[in-house]
């Protein structure tokens, strides 16, 4: 297994990192912590490690103090915990001036390798190396962080690409654009309609239509094996499928786990509620979807109303709908989600006794909280009453003055202070809440 390390220990200082469209997320190194990057798959953690590596060498950081090893590399696949100790051997043999410099260490899939906490926990205790961790983010957020590194790790979350970061990657804006002349606005609407189809994985970025559906398809396949049936060994892949397809075409939606299984039930579909809701626990751990619960004082009344469920990417939304317009809101509602999710501590929705509601309350790290509602189109004066009057009554109800509507292309202040703005100016940041 020496071998092997030296081996790929020499490739990775003979490798050149590629160029890349820098990602717009936080990766703090905090000294006795590792940094653990989380998220989907495909994602792009390993490259948003790159990036953090050409950042280190901009600083003057020698490469060799830089050490990258992927343990999905079919060369260690005979490795095991004993082996853990060869690498440290391997590396301060090959660079033994580093054994007295801080090092920064990168480990790929790492929770292929049982009992690799252990490891990392002495790494983090008794050398001097700043440790990374990207990998199957349901296992990274498992048993082993929450018992043997418990304290010792900080977390960061990968997304697909942002509106603002996908812009980049098409080679339209070097940075998102701040003013906004005719040209521009033009511009952005047209990126705005491509990227409602073809959402932000980095690899799907320049691929055509049949390509980039075929790919997210299997992404969706790769968590439903490998990060969910694999994982926890389930059997009954049929309902875990119908469970996937439910969600996917009704995003944003309140789903309610029991009315799921009445429903399958009535289809002869064998299945139990418990499978069900454990089931829905595991895409979560996953990334594939998220839950937003109800917005209310008394955690009794918050687990008995369905959260509504929220898809990582509208890629993938729009690849599993048929595409029709009567999706455009769902997918564009989800849209505006991931741009929240990204920012806020919090994500809730909101429904009050009268039948009032708006689609998130959203509150940040300094305890500040916005309304924001999601709409299409407000031309309709019934559902411009609907939408407006809701965000009114709920802000003044909970004394939030900062209130915002989304919608596809329209924008105005209207003289209550509620700020209505398109999709495309408020996902680039230009008066969006928070």
């Known amino acids: 297994m020496k071998t092997v390390l030296e081996n790929l220990i020499d490739e990775f200082n003979d490798f050149e990192l590629p160029s890349l469209t820098r990602r717009d997320t936080d990766f703090p190194m905090i000294p006795r912590k590792a940094t653990v990057i989380i998220g989907m798959r495909r994602t792009g953690k390993t490259w948003f490690c790159y990036q953090k590596m050409q950042d280190l060498k901009a600083e003057g950081i020698d490469s060799s103090r830089i050490l990258y090893i992927n343990f999905d590399d079919d060369r260690l696949l005979g490795f095991s915990v004993e082996d853990f100790q060869s690498i440290l051997d391997v590396y301060y043999a090959r660079f033994p001036e580093n054994k007295e410099r801080l090092c920064f260490f990168f480990f790929d899939e790492i929770q292929v390798i049982d009992h690799w906490e252990q490891f990392i926990r002495r790494l983090i205790d008794r050398e001097k190396v700043q440790v990374t961790l990207t990998g199957s983010s349901s296992k990274l957020l498992g048993v082993e962080i929450a018992t043997s590194l418990r304290g010792r790790t900080f977390t960061s979350e990968m997304f697909p690409m942002c509106f603002g970061e996908y812009l980049a990657a098409r080679g339209l804006f070097k940075e998102p654009p701040e003013r906004f002349p005719p040209v521009t606005q033009a511009k952005l609407r047209h990126a705005i309609g491509e990227y409602f189809k073809a959402g932000g994985f980095p690899e799907t970025i320049h691929l055509g239509t049949f390509q980039r559906q075929r790919l997210l398809q299997d992404y969706v396949d790769s968590v439903l094996f490998r990060d969910v049936v694999e994982r926890h060994k389930i059997k009954n892949i049929v309902v875990l499928r119908r469970l996937i397809g439910e969600i996917l075409r009704s995003p944003g939606q309140k789903f309610s786990v029991n009315k799921f299984y009445n ?13 069900l809701y454990a089931y829905l626990d595991y895409l979560i751990d996953a990334f594939l979807f998220y839950r937003v619960p109800l917005h209310h004082k008394s955690e009794r009344v918050r687990r008995v109303n369905p959260p509504k469920i929220y898809c990582v990417d509208p890629g993938i939304l729009y690849t599993a709908m048929t595409g029709s317009e009567d999706n455009n809101g769902p997918v564009f509602e989800n849209i505006i989600f991931n741009a929240l999710r990204r920012r806020a501590k919090s994500v809730e929705y909101v429904q009050t006794s009268d039948g009032r509601e ?77």
Do not use: H
């Open 263 to 275: 429903t399958l039930n009535s289809q002869g579909v064998q299945c139990d509620k418990t499978s």
């Open 358 to 434: 708006v689609d998130f309350l959203v509150t940040d790290y300094q305890n500040r909280s916005c309304l924001v509602q999601a709409s299409w189109t407000l031309a309709d004066e019934k559902t411009y009453r609907r939408e407006i009057d809701s965000l009114a009554a709920v802000g003044e109800q909970m004394g939030i003055q900062d209130r915002v509507a989304v919608t596809w292309d329209e924008e105005r202040e209207l003289e209550n202070g509620i700020r209505i703005l398109p999709i495309w100016k408020f996902l680039l940041g230009s008066g969006r809440p928070l």
